[in-house]
């Protein structure tokens, strides 16, 4: 079992930076693979970012590549969204998930994911 919290989100305005971070309880932790999804108002949940078990592999949405990145720190059990450059469309509630999954092959695929934190929100301003 992984217990997910998330915590970091807030109000900023384009252009600014925010971390999310996303805290995990169990000692497996360190066995799953990571991803952050999002939902904006009135559409479906999308991926965001993935990384792989040992942290060495990412993977990013072509509308977050270059502007996110997903860190992780095992000794911490703790995954980070840095969020930099934002943008309005930005907006939406964060999620972290963990599956048991090393490589990341499909890693946008929510099904993957087997446990999910309550989401926080961000909102971007122009």
């Known amino acids: 079992q992984v217990q997910l919290v998330e915590s970091g989100g807030g109000a900023v305005q384009a252009g600014g930076s925010l971390r999310l971070s996303c805290a995990a309880s169990?000692?497996?932790?360190?066995?799953?693979?990571m991803g952050w999804f999002r939902q904006a108002p009135g559409k479906e949940r999308e991926f965001v970012a993935a990384?792989?078990?040992?942290?060495?592999?990412?993977y990013y949405a072509d509308s977050v590549k270059g502007r996110f990145t997903i860190p992780r720190d095992n000794a911490k059990n703790t995954v980070y969204l840095q969020m930099n450059s934002l943008k309005p469309e930005d907006t939406a509630v964060y999620y972290c998930?963990?599956?048991?999954?090393?490589?990341?092959?499909?890693?946008?695929?929510?099904?993957?994911?087997?446990?999910w934190g309550q989401g926080t929100h961000v909102t971007v301003s122009s």
């Open positions: 169990g000692r497996t932790f360190r066995w799953n693979s």
């Open positions: 998930a963990a599956g048991n999954f090393r490589l990341l092959i499909g890693a946008q695929d929510q099904d993957k994911y087997a446990y």
């Open positions: 990384i792989n078990t040992a942290g060495g592999y990412t």
